[in-house]
Nanobody, 124 residues
């Protein structure tokens, strides 16, 4: 069956960096658009960054653009999220998700598969 397993979360001070990884199995990875979402306590799950099967990238509004970078390694069936200049408001559980390409505008309801998430905590 399809599995998405996130790793790389943890506790970091404001201004620090983390790299999240999501290893996929049970699917033909290169045929999927891959996204990162996050959910903070008491808030809805929101889109953070996405990368299409062909390498096109998208980022949420202005909150992460310029600080976060998404990239994928199809040979390793893995998608990454490099997070720099972290802020306390980036604290959340980060989820990896997959959608059969071509995807539809990175809506949580449109994703086909989800990982269980990895917690990122940014201290001030």
């Amino acid at each position: 069956q399809v599995q998405l397993v996130e790793s790389g979360g943890g506790l970091v001070q404001a201004g620090g960096s983390l790299r999240l990884s999501c290893a996929a199995s049970g699917l033909i990875f290169r045929r999927y658009d891959m996204g990162w979402f996050r959910q903070a306590p008491g808030k809805e799950r929101e889109f953070v960054a996405g990368i299409t099967w062909s390498g096109g990238t998208s980022y949420s509004g202005g909150s992460v653009k310029g600080r976060f970078t998404i990239f994928r390694d199809n040979a390793k069936n893995t998608v990454y999220l490099q997070m720099n200049s972290l802020k306390p408001e980036d604290t959340a559980v980060y989820y990896c998700a997959a959608e059969t390409a071509p995807g539809r505008s990175w809506q949580p309801s449109g994703m086909d598969y989800w990982g269980k998430g990895t917690l990122v905590t940014v201290s001030s």
